[in-house]
Each structure stands twice: as C-alpha cells, then as structure tokens.
C-alpha cells in the first residue's frame, strides 16, 4: 500500500492506493492485435499500470478499456480480475478529478467480487472519496463498514489498514465537528500502530494534538505534540524534515495559545533544520516563514511580519523574488488555497501597520493585496471541482472580503474618496452570499435550457483536467525532492486549461449571456445604481449610511 500524506500543516486524510504491484517498466506498448491469449491480456494490464506510474492516466484508461474489451470475450473471470481493472479505473478518475466516473468504478469492482477483504479495502478508496466531496457522514459509514471486516481478517497487512482507517475516521469527524470521536478515532490508530510496530503514527499524535487542543485539553495536546516529535525523530532522524515539520507545528501550538518566547525557539530550530533539507524555495519552507510572520503579528510587530510573508511568497513562487514587502505576485501566477491565506495575512499586516506609520501608504497596499487576493479567489472558485473544496474557498472569499470592508471603508474616512466607499460596498454586498453563491449559481444556471451538451461537457472536463493537474502539482510539491520539470510541465498546462476554461467562459458570455449571467457573473448593484433608483431623500439617507456606522468592521480580526 502506498499512502498519501497532505501538508502537514492541515488535518492529514492519509490515501489508499489499493493494489499496487511492481510493473516492468520495459511493457510500454502492446498491439492489440496480439491479443490472443491470457498472457497477452496480462500483458495489457501491466502496460496500463505503467501508463499510470508515468502519470498518463488517458493510456492507461485506453488499455484498461481494451482488457475490459478481450476479457469480455472470456467466459470466467480470468487474470487479471474484473475488480481489480475497476478499482485501478476508479482510482485514476479520481486522479483525473472526476469524482462521480471513480465512485462508479469502485462500485462495479465491488460488485465482481464476493471476498470481503477487497470489499473492505474498495470501500476504503469510497469512503476517501466522500472525504474529498466533503461528505463526511457518508465517508464514516464506509470506514466503519472497512474496519469492521478487517477486525475479522487473516491478512498480515490488516493493521495496518485499520490504523490508518482510525486515522481518516478521526479525521471525517473532526471535520464534522465532533471531537470527541475524533479523538477515540485517533487514539485507536495509535494504539494499533505502536503495538504494532507500525510508521506514520507522528501525524496521528499531531491530529490527535489538534483534536484536544479543539477539547481545550491543552496539557494532552501538548503531550501529543512532543509525542509527535518524538516518533518523527525516531522514524526519519533528527535533521530530516520530517522532524522539522513537527518541530513547527508544536510552535504554532504555542504560538496560538500565546506562549511566543517558545514558539519563536521551536520556529527557528524548525527553519534551520528546512532551510538545509529542503532549500529556500519548497512548499514547507514557505509554511515555516509564514508561521514565523504570523508569530510577530501576535506579538504586535508588523513590519517583521510583512517581511516573514513576504520571504513565505518568495519561497513558495518559483519565479518570484521580489523582497519589498510592498510587491506582489503578478496575477498570472497560479494560485492555490495557502497563497491565498498568505496574501490575506499580508493585508491584515498592513492595515494593522496603518495604525502605527504612513496609515494612508500602507492602507492602500493592504487594499492591493486584497484585491490580488480577490482575483484569484475567483480563478479558483470557477475551477475547482470538490464540493468540499468549494466550501472551503467559499469562506476564505469571506473572510478576504469582510476584510475588503474595513480596509475600504478605513480609507473613505481619511481621503474622503467616494471609490473607497464603493469599494467598501461592493465587498460588503459579495460578502453577504459568498458562502451560498457557487451553490446558488450552479443550480440556476441548470435550469436555463439552450446549453449544447457539447459545450457543457467541454466545460466539466476542462475543469477535472484542471484540479486533477492541481493536485499533482500539490503532490509533487510536497515531496522532499520535488521535479521542477514536472512541476513546470503541470502549470504550463494548467495555464493553457486556464485561457481554455476562460475562451469557453467568453463563448458562453456572447453567446448564452443568461447562462453566463448565472453561473459566472460576479456583479452586484453598485452605489450609483442604488442611488438612482432611490428618491432623493433616500438618496441622501444612504450616502450618509456610507459613512463609518455603516461599516461596523474597522476592528475586524481574522486570525
């Protein structure tokens, strides 16, 4: 089994790759015309596998498609097994992004097969499944159906399987909010790895940390914290990354709950051990030097902590190395979840910093960085694909433009200029349904008729290309070597999937504008508009609700 591991700054959703084997990687092409005994077809499934190792998930599915074809010809379920062609096709349309084709996949592989170990472990790549589409409550039932049957199985691999089954129901419930079971869950795949001599259980003890310190049980998330060090140093050595990893977490832990003189210790030994395993441009680097800017921002020094963003920018963008804490990004970067909460912290760094020197200066650039951040929010919102994902973009939109509100209506008060006050606004009216809007506009817009299949289809798949690219870009990145070839390879696609998705974005704006209007625009009335439609009187009233008790936000904290 190979298992993925997210970032470990977040809750970590270890993933099963179910049915792995070792490919020759010689059988890169089979002629199908040679398909005329089981050893050729075998030969076509190993072809496929190989296909998948190398990312080419379209030819792997092409000789997927053909062993389905000769092996339809066959009475008996031969080498290699139905279920097994099915759930490698489910897991590469998850990789593809299609979520809806893997769960399909998955289900036919259960339904070829009676021996409820498989069942167990296809019911595991379901229920991860669910965890991406953000179903949680469906994601539990299917652990839980999965470790019921492994608690019953002979296979020497079991243990391992329920441990991180544990894991990943701790993690379903945490995300729903129940705590409590959260931190069962995880007990549980602690004390079955540990007895079993099983790797990987550090992240564990950092969920679990997290899961108490949600508990407010601050002293045993701190026992699982150190615990966490601990089994990182022991597994992977004390300068290895990996420790780095728990070291930083642990100071984030004080760092929260305000013990900063042990934070900043934990951040710097963290950082040396980074910056020497790693290198200064890494994804975790980039996560490091933000906890760092996010420590002085607690301890109320701004300018060190735009200067800490600023480097977590530079680290995490390739091609950018501009120190000035007043540069950003350009806009055709493209964006991910952390740039986002980079730049909004860097904003809320520069409005705070406004209180202390050059207010109008330093405003200014937060509403700058907000309005970056802004732009590729929507980049992302119109291409993401999970649900799950959807929500989580949602409320970080909301926060950023909550934040938009303040910092506008801060400058319409010191310059007196009447386009801060429409900016203000305008953030204020998306703010209200930023959560609901994707939702909403999905929904409407299926129900305007006229849309050719076509068009539609073209639509939905451009944009599983572009977070099935995403997430490989992602995947990579965490790596402790990640190729800057592949990684580059990847964007240059997702650049050319992106000026795709936006061609058929204008196709649908000319074309079908109440589609257009529906499911992509992002306008709301403006303060003109509103005034002309008004009477005078209400005119005047609301030009003087745009002064500052009608933005409540000035003090607005989002951290």
Same mark, same amino acid.
């Given at each position: 089994m190979n298992s993925f591991k997210s970032q470990l700054n977040f809750l970590i959703l270890k993933i099963f790759i179910l049915l792995l084997a070792d490919i020759p990687f010689s059988l890169l092409r089979v002629n199908a015309q040679q398909l005329t005994s089981t050893s050729n077809i075998n030969a076509l499934y190993d072809s496929a596998l190989v296909y998948y190792r190398a990312a080419n998930y379209n030819g792997a599915i092409q000789n997927f498609d053909k062993v389905l074809l000769f092996k339809n010809n066959i009475h008996e379920d031969i080498n290699p097994k139905y279920f097994k062609v099915y759930n490698w096709l489910g897991l590469i349309y998850k990789k593809q992004g299609d979520l809806s084709r893997a769960i399909d996949f998955y289900k036919k592989a259960i339904e070829k097969t009676s021996e409820s170990y498989y069942i167990s472990l296809?019911?595991?790549?379901?229920?991860?499944?669910y965890s991406l589409?953000?179903?949680?409550?469906?994601?539990?039932?299917?652990?839980?159906?999965?470790?019921?049957?492994?608690?019953?199985?002979?296979?020497v691999n079991k243990y391992r399987y329920m441990a991180d089954n544990f894991h990943n129901l701790g993690y379903a419930y945490r995300k729903l909010g129940n705590y409590n079971m959260a931190r069962i869950s995880y007990l549980k795949s602690i004390q079955l790895a540990e007895?079993?001599?099983?790797?990987?259980?550090?992240?564990?003890?950092?969920?679990c940390g997290l899961t108490y310190q949600k508990l407010d049980s601050l002293n045993r998330a701190d026992f699982c914290f150190k615990k966490a060090i601990a089994c990182n140093t022991k597994e992977f050595g004390e300068n290895h990354y990996m420790t780095a990893m728990s070291y930083m977490n642990y100071g =984030?832990?004080?760092?929260?709950?305000?013990?900063?003189?042990?934070?900043?210790?934990?951040?710097?030994?963290?950082?040396?051990?980074?910056?020497?395993?790693?290198?200064?441009?890494?994804?975790?680097?980039?996560?490091?030097?933000?906890?760092?800017?996010?420590?002085?921002?607690?301890?109320?020094?701004?300018?060190q902590a735009l200067e800490y963003y600023q480097k977590s920018l530079i680290s995490k963008?390739?091609?950018?190395?501009?120190?000035?804490?007043?540069?950003?990004?350009?806009?055709?970067?493209?964006?991910?979840?952390?740039? =986002?909460?980079?730049?909004?912290?860097?904003?809320?760094?520069?409005?705070? =910093?406004?209180?202390?020197?050059?207010?109008?200066?330093?405003?200014?650039?937060?509403?700058?960085?907000?309005?970056?951040?802004?732009?590729?929010?929507?980049?992302?919102?119109?291409?993401?694909?999970?649900?799950?994902?959807?929500?989580?973009?949602?409320?970080?939109?909301?926060?950023?433009? =909550?934040?938009g509100v303040s910092i506008g209506n801060s400058l319409y008060n010191i310059t007196g200029d009447s386009k801060y006050a429409g900016i203000a606004f305008r953030y204020a009216e998306y703010s209200k349904y930023a959560v609901l809007r994707e939702l909403k506009n999905d929904e409407m817009a299926k129900g305007i008729a006229g849309i050719p299949d076509s068009i539609s289809d073209n639509e939905r798949k451009v944009k599983q290309q572009i977070a099935s690219l995403r997430m490989q870009v992602e995947d990579e990145s965490k790596l402790e070597h990640p190729n800057r070839l592949k990684i580059d390879g990847w964007n240059g696609q997702l650049f050319n999937l992106t000026q795709k998705r936006e061609g058929l974005v204008q196709l649908l704006e000319n074309n079908y504008p109440e589609y257009y209007k529906q499911k992509y625009s992002n306008q709301v009335v403006s303060i003109p508009q509103l005034q002309k439609a008004m009477d005078k009187k209400?005119?005047?009233?609301?030009?003087?609700?745009?002064?500052?008790?009608?933005?409540?936000?000035?003090d607005t904290s989002l951290i």
């Open positions: 296809i019911n595991d790549n379901l229920a991860n499944i589409k953000g179903d949680y409550a469906t994601a539990i039932s299917y652990f839980e159906n999965t470790l019921s049957v492994l608690e019953k199985s002979d296979d007895k079993n001599q099983i790797g990987g259980v550090g992240e564990t003890y950092y969920n =984030l832990f004080y760092s929260e709950i305000g013990e900063f003189s042990k934070s900043e210790q934990l951040y710097q030994r963290a950082y040396r051990i980074i910056i020497n395993t790693l290198g200064s441009k890494h994804l975790y680097t980039s996560f490091c030097l933000k906890n760092n800017g996010l420590l002085f921002y607690r301890n109320g020094k701004y300018k963008i390739n091609n950018f190395n501009d120190s000035s804490v007043y540069t950003n990004p350009r806009e055709d970067v493209l964006p991910d979840m952390d740039l =986002l909460d980079i730049l909004k912290l860097k904003a809320q760094a520069f409005g705070q =910093l406004a209180e202390q020197e050059n207010k109008v200066e330093n405003l200014k650039a937060a509403l700058a960085t907000l309005q970056l951040t802004a732009t590729f929010t929507e980049q992302l919102r119109t291409g993401y694909l999970y649900e799950g994902s959807k929500l989580q973009l949602a409320a970080k939109e909301h926060e950023t433009y =909550l934040l209400k005119a005047a009233q609301f030009t003087f609700w745009t002064a500052p008790l009608f933005f409540p936000f000035s």
